[in-house]
């Protein structure tokens, strides 16, 4: 795995070694990297939206995915089309005819998760009286970490089972993404034998194998949220050991060119009269769009010298809703940023 502070040291050198075989990447190439893709990062930065984005650049190449969502209610389902997840699984969108590219989804909760390890192992009656008595919460909450635990273990018994070609995780914002991927490691420091600690051993076991998962970290062209992913990214290598995948830019304005001319100058030739007020704001609005261009220029760079990842650059969109039309068009622009991307040499 590449060590982020080494890398970052060296200068800025991208890491791109663990992705690129032949000097280039094609987004199949990066969704078949692991079978499950966690999506991090702060609140509100769009993680739901890239979790469909990749859910659904996998599925039009062919690849089964898997969606699952384990903290309330993400508006993924929403973006499908389809009603608010619940624990068992739901095809937001249907195969080809020739029965490829499917979308599942689902959401994982601790309690379910832990009834059904019951019912699983052996112990229907003790679920069975758990779950009518209320207790469940008291068992989840006597340790420490038994929650993420029981998400992340169901998490791995689904990769296990190979139940999508790939599994995409919406996981939750990005401080409590860190604890929830470091339950397994804080676990296994208090808990030596049992079940919990086999458990908790097999759930390390997937996070910190890059052939079965990676971290994608979302953040937004600004500053607290640069400043967050970057801490995020560090947190994870350093405390949890999870491989890294690719950092996804998201909510970038499309760069206009020709922003700086004058409006009156320009309508003028081509026969239009702009009255001052119209010219005025005119020029507001442009001068608005240069300052957050130069704004988010300034960010992106910003990003790459604190973290050797490669990024993928995602649109604004300025729809009114967030539909699947919209999440096709972010999956095109992920693709072509994945194709974009070169490895250095
Ligand atoms: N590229 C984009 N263009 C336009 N709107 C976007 C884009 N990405 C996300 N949004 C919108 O921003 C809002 C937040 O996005 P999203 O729900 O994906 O973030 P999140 O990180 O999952 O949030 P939370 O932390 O609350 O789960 C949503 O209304 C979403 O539709
Ligand atoms: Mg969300």
């Not at 970052?8 to 893709?37: I, K, M, N, T, Y």
């Not at 910003?302 to 096709?328: E, K, S, T």
Request: aromatic residues 4%; contains cysteine; glycine residues 8%.
């Amino acid at each position: 795995m590449a060590n982020l502070r080494i890398e970052a040291s060296e200068g800025r050198r991208v890491p791109l070694g663990r992705w690129f075989r032949g000097g280039r990447l094609d987004p199949h190439e990066l969704c078949r990297q692991s079978r499950v893709a966690i999506v991090a990062g702060k609140g509100g930065v769009g993680k739901t939206t890239v979790t469909a984005t990749l859910a659904r650049m996998a599925s039009r190449l062919g690849m089964s995915v898997l969606v699952v969502e384990v903290e309330g209610k993400s508006g993924l389902a929403t973006i499908f089309g389809g009603d608010d997840l619940v624990y068992d699984e739901v095809v937001l969108a249907p195969a080809t005819p020739e029965g490829r590219g499917e979308v599942r989804a689902r959401t994982l909760t601790p309690d379910l998760a832990l009834l059904e390890y019951l019912d699983e192992h052996g112990m229907k009656r003790v679920s069975r009286r758990l779950s009518r008595s209320g207790a469940v919460e008291v068992v989840a909450t006597a340790t420490p970490g038994i929650k993420d635990i029981l998400v992340l273990g169901k998490v791995k018994q689904l990769e296990r089972a190979g139940a999508a070609d790939l599994i995409v995780l919406d996981a939750p914002a990005a401080g409590h993404a860190v604890r929830f991927l470091m339950s397994p490691r804080a676990l296994l420091d208090t808990v030596t034998a049992g079940p919990i600690q086999s458990q908790a051993a097999e759930v390390l076991e997937l996070v910190t194998d890059p052939a079965r998962c990676q971290v994608v970290l979302v953040t937004l062209a600004e500053e607290t949220p640069v400043n967050e992913v970057v801490e995020t990214a560090y947190a994870l290598e350093d405390k949890v050991g999870t491989n890294l995948g690719p950092v996804v830019v998201n909510g970038l304005y499309p760069v206009r060119a020709g922003l700086d001319v004058d409006p009156e100058a320009v309508a003028g030739p081509l026969g239009f009269g702009l009255r001052p007020r119209e010219a005025e704001a005119l020029r507001g609005a442009a001068a608005f769009r240069m300052k957050r261009q130069d704004l988010q220029a300034a960010q992106v760079a910003r990003l790459a010298d604190a973290l050797p990842l490669p990024r993928l650059r995602l649109p604004a969109l300025f729809d009114v809703d967030m539909g699947l039309p919209q999440i096709d068009q972010l999956a095109d622009a992920l693709a072509t940023e994945i194709e974009l991307l070169e490895a250095t040499p």
